[in-house]
């Protein structure tokens, strides 16, 4: 199963309409309430809320989302549910993959590789002379430390080598530092560090993980910003800067504002507007969008 057929049956299912199907709703504010389905009452406490897609019953205490309400009403496992609303939908689902150990294994290790990554760039920027030149690119910008840690920013060193040294002292080889986009493969096979003399973004996912780096350059080489490039965790496309940070902010507000840059979110963060995200200098897309569609009722293009 894919994040992306959850979204996409989520996004087409109108909770109100399907829980309408099974009981009489009657508007109440902003909401809906009717009598529970999952437990006898008299008086109605099943409440259905539409703007986050969600019910809860304050008799019986049952709650959770459309696949959770099927869940319940037809005594189905959540993948009987997921089919039953696609269908419903006509929305086709990826045919499910069976548990792969070895797999999710590999994502892991990914993710644990830019998260040592992560640390020692943000060493090398903070306690060494080699971050000098972008603490005062973050001087210049006005970019205060306490959001430069939050945002866990880094610096690459101007070296071919200081990096894979590091990660594989601890135990990383040079093939999964490839497969992590932290290192590339000359023709003879040998290994580079990537990211070289930039300062360092990293780029995390809803829960956090650390999938990839955005890295601008100081001095003149090019290209200025320079991405990790697809891997296993990380998909540009489909993936936005800062989500980590503002996704609880834009789900209180209703509302996302996305800019194309690194230094936009974060300069938006600290003056005060947590809920901005960074498309990373890319057309939006529509995975982008499908990250945050659910929990907004506006997309600000800034």
Known sequence: MQRDDLERVRDATDLVELVGSYVALRKAGKNFKGLCPFHQEKTPSFIVFP?????HCFGCGAGGDAIGFVMRAENLSFREALERLAERAGITLTPS????????ARLLRLAELNALAAAWFSHVLWNTAHGEPGRRLLEQRGVDRDTAERFQLGFAPESWDTLLGHLTRQGATPDELVEAGL???RDDGSVYDRFRYRLMFPIRDRDGRVIGFGARALGDAQPKYLNSPQTPLFDKSASLYAIDLALEHIRRTREVIVVEGYMDAIAAHQFGYP????????ALTERQVRLVRRTVDRIVLA
């Open 275 to 282: 809920n901005v995200v960074a498309s990373m200098g890319t």
């Open 97 to 104: 993959r069976p548990p792969d150990p070895e797999l999710d």
């Open 183 to 185: 290192a590339g493969r």
């Open 51 to 55: 703007e986050t897609q969600t019910f």
